[in-house]
């Protein structure tokens, strides 16, 4: 099957699929929260567009034994806003990032049908040392262990589901939320260590992941611009949450059933896993809160379908056992059941321009008065990008709109590729709250300016 528009995606897709994700995480386990989208936090963009049933980690980017590739990046940010709002401490405007982050894969064929690969991270900001890192972020065997069954051991990255901005059925990753909307695509999902098995026919294939440790989302740490809980800090004692038992005895699961036809994709997924997205519950004393990961079961269908310009998606998913805030006490979850639906389309205008739109709704089932979210939640999602300057530039304008939330994030960004090695970036992005009860309304004074150097060899 082949698409005739374009499925590349920026940096900028990523920043809001971050913000979108993490909303609803924070509105669904969240305290005191008024929105859901998902029950992860994240909002543009997808690390790989690719078709849902493809498995195309099969083998290396080059047939070598060892093929070695990597980047330096520097990127600034800067807060144009002196912050005074009730809910957060004051801060004046000027500088907020200077990250350096420097990134080395090896891959390659140790022997016939055996592949591996090997991507270490080091991540250093001059504002934010709690954030400097060193990660082993990918480090698996691939390997046919009989005909067209595969398996794939060691950490790793598995992307499923066709939303580029959402986190229905992509269940197997957690994200790095510090930053709402500046995580770039390569940095988005955070890997775990999993066995991944896989058959892989004509037509059809299954998959079974079985992953063998949890990570949390990555969240911005206490009294930072983007602190999850900054605005219940003065009032309650929050703990450190615990981590779920998950282990190689005791492992996640997810499966996956797939079907691969001319012009599309059909995928039948269930996943048994513990959100990645923390949940507060009264603790033992009074005004003590403790963060706690609460395991759900998702049963989706997603799907794609490509007809000359056009690609036309959608996904399906129920989720049990969500954890969801209610108006009469904070800390007292009540579990309930999620239903998510994503529609949306992408088109090739023509060959530098293409748009794409989503529509995501999320209902929650056997509803009542108490709940503090809204019953229905309704956001969209909308991208235009063009290429210019044969191929070497792009411009890009997103933007964001949570119908119930009564919230906006708008993100323009233009990419430019100076060399074959060096590309230069820059953006602007926008945090717009209707009123003081809004989602974002703590994220007003936050719009970020950035710019980043990246030398690729």
Known sequence: MQWKG???????????????????????????????????????DNIEQQPSTKNNDIKPSQNKQLFVKGYLKQKQSYSIHNRSKPRKPDKSAGESQRRTVIDVTAEGELKEQIYYRINANVSLDKYNEVDDDFEWREVYLNLETVDNLWLKFGRQIISWGESNYTQILDQANPRDNREIGLVDAEDARLPVWATKLSHVGDRWGTDLVLIHEFRANKDAEIDDDFDRFITFRNNYQIEDAIDPDVSFSNPEVILRLFLSLPKGDVSLIYAKVFNDTSTLREGDVVNQLEPYYAQMEVFGLSGNWINDQWLYKFELAQKHKVPVQNTIKLGTPTDKVISQFMMGAEYALNVDTDFEFEWVAQRIEAYNDSLKPAQTQISTVSKLSFDMWHDTAQFVVSWGHMIQANSDIVRVSFDYDYTDNIKLGGGYLNYHADNDRARLFSYQDDDRLYFSVRYSF
């Open 6 to 44: 374009k499925l590349n995606k920026g940096s900028l897709s990523v920043l809001f699929c971050t913000l979108l994700l993490v909303l609803n995480n924070n509105a669904v386990s969240g305290p005191a929260e008024e929105f859901i989208i998902d029950d992860e936090f994240d909002f543009f």
